[in-house]
């Protein structure tokens, strides 16, 4: 039966269950060189991106070097609708 | 910027949140399907698929200057924010020349980093001031 799922403030998510496909066809290993995750570094460069956004009813696309010359606060937060 | 699409982006801004801000959110919300962006930066929680609560202050030459990460459940202190954008703007109208103790806020003394300083911060800085 469908268990009811407590509303956090992160988004619930689910996954595959079970057998892993690679595992049951024998193929696709895991790669042995798995990339480093890294952190940004104060006091260098930030990453350049671009992303689309939403502004004032408009769909447009934001590029963070189109920036420069202003401060910038980026933000990240876990979803929309969650709670905090 | 989240996971979220740019249509949740518009159906949270125009149904809840310009219910707490008037006119709505007056920044671009940006959308980071698959946390590539939030990857790069270091805030993509890929067990969850989410991004954390990841606040970086970017300077006029794209330079970071500042960043704060904190796990979903707990916000952030948009006083404090402030606070810090304040103070990278004083130290880099000063050319580098003066520095803010803990503490400062604007019309607070600041410090001039030189020799003459090694040994008496004890004099213009108290613990007193480490907060509001």
């Known amino acids: 039966m469908a268990e009811e799922i407590k509303a956090g403030c992160a988004r619930p998510t689910g996954g595959p269950v079970g057998e892993k496909i690679a595992e049951q066809k024998g193929k696709s290993p895991e790669p042995l060189i798995r990339e480093v995750k890294t952190m940004v570094t104060v006091g260098k460069k930030a990453p350049d991106f671009t992303a689309p956004a939403y502004q004032k009813g408009k769909f447009i696309s934001v590029k963070l070097s189109e920036y420069l010359g202003k401060w910038v606060v980026l933000c990240f937060y876990p979803g929309d609708f969650t709670f905090v | ?132």
């Open chain 2, 1 to 132: 910027m989240s996971v979220d699409s740019v249509f949740v982006h518009k159906m949270w801004n125009d149904h809840e949140l310009s219910k707490m801000v008037k006119g709505g959110v007056p920044f671009p919300m940006l959308s980071d399907g698959g946390g590539k962006v939030g990857s790069v930066y270091g805030v993509y929680l890929e067990d969850a698929g989410v991004e954390a609560r990841g606040r970086f202050l970017i300077d006029p030459d794209g330079i970071i200057q500042g960043f704060e990460v904190l796990t979903p459940p707990v916000g952030r202190n948009v006083n404090e924010t402030i606070r810090q954008i304040q103070a990278f703007q004083y130290v880099r109208n000063s050319k580098g020349t003066e520095a803010t103790p803990s503490g400062w806020r604007p019309g607070k003394p600041t410090l001039k980093p030189g020799p003459d300083l090694v040994g008496k911060v004890w004099e213009i800085w108290k613990t007193s001031m480490a907060g509001d």
